[in-house]
């Protein structure tokens, strides 16, 4: 059929950028940093070389997408090849959703963990050793110092809720936390592929390595 067709055009199309093969890899990096970041109690490594990535390509994206909505050849009636723009659209325009929920979702599950550990991050210098991006640290630094201000003001039960609130006295992460992972790499008697069922403390330096993923 003639609609068929288009849409096997429109698919062959979009993969034949050389630029779909790091995408793709980078979307599968992206989703398993997901994964990680929420199912670990504690905060992983900002993933730097990634965003650098995504980030880029993304606002590439949402560009080619605003030059194609404003692209008066297209519209959703007529014949097949005129129509063919409109659907591309859709499809750029839901991968774009796609990569934008990751990102969001992403960096609510690292920030949730910095309100909660403020002050523990700040103690270890925490942007030193990669654990936090450049806007982390800024909104770690905003946030302590803000607290800090409520806290020199008030006294009695209302200081020590903002100094709580602040993450103030932590202990850190939770290192006993049973989490799911999957051996990537050759490791002892496990199998790669296999999923374990283990204690964070005993597969946090895995995770950081690579050789096994969180699920």
Known sequence: MEVDSNIDDILAGLSTSPDIPSASHDLQLLTRAWVAERTAPALLPYPTDLLGRVLPRLRTQIEHI???ASDTTTTSG????QSTPTFALVILQLDLE?????LRSLLRARLAKIDAHAEWLAARDAGAGGLLGAEELA???AKLALWRAVVAGVGGEVAGRAAAA???GGEGWDSLRVVFVR???PHGEWAVGEVYVVRWEEVSALVEEGGVELV
């Open 139 to 141: 909104y770690l630094h």
């Open 183 to 185: 051996v990537l790499r």
């Open 78 to 81: 007529g014949s097949g090849a």
């Open 66 to 68: 605003e030059a194609l």
């Open 166 to 168: 602040a993450g103030e």
């Open 98 to 102: 796609r990569v934008k929920f990751l």
